[in-house]
């Protein structure tokens, strides 16, 4: 079991910035892949980025060059760089791990952004 904790959900207007924080615990040895994923009312979830233990990135097509996504392994954290927002950005963002070896993957419980137009 792995424990997520999202923080830094908001209200911001257009054009402007948040930085979502992701904390990890419980059983966290293991975890290859932590993310990013949001959904919006009515709407699928979708991915906004992924990083794995190493540090490489992905990012889904509509926040590439605006979000930056990093992860601290040391102290267990994920982090969520959102610059250049945009209402469509509105939605829940939650947290995700997943573990390849026993194939389990985890969620928190989610931190509302709203962005205004």
């Given amino acids: 079991q792995v424990q997520l ?17 992701c904390a990890a615990s419980g059983s966290i040895f293991g975890i290859d892949f ?11 979830r979708e991915l906004v980025a992924q990083i794995t233990s190493g540090g490489l990135a992905n990012y889904g097509d509509s926040v590439k060059g605006r979000f930056t996504i990093s992860r601290d392994n040391a102290k267990n954290m994920v982090y ?3 610059n250049s927002l945009k209402p469509e950005d509105t939605a829940v963002y939650y947290c995700n791990a997943q573990k390849i070896r026993d194939w389990s993957v985890s ?3 989610g931190t509302q952004v709203t962005v205004s137009s």
């Fill in 34 to 44: 932590m993310g990013w994923y949001r959904q919006a009312p009515r709407k699928q």
């Fill in 80 to 82: 969520l760089q959102m």
């Fill in 5 to 21: 904790v999202e923080s830094g959900g908001g209200l911001v207007q257009a054009g402007g910035s948040l930085r979502l924080s």
């Fill in 107 to 109: 969620w928190g419980q």
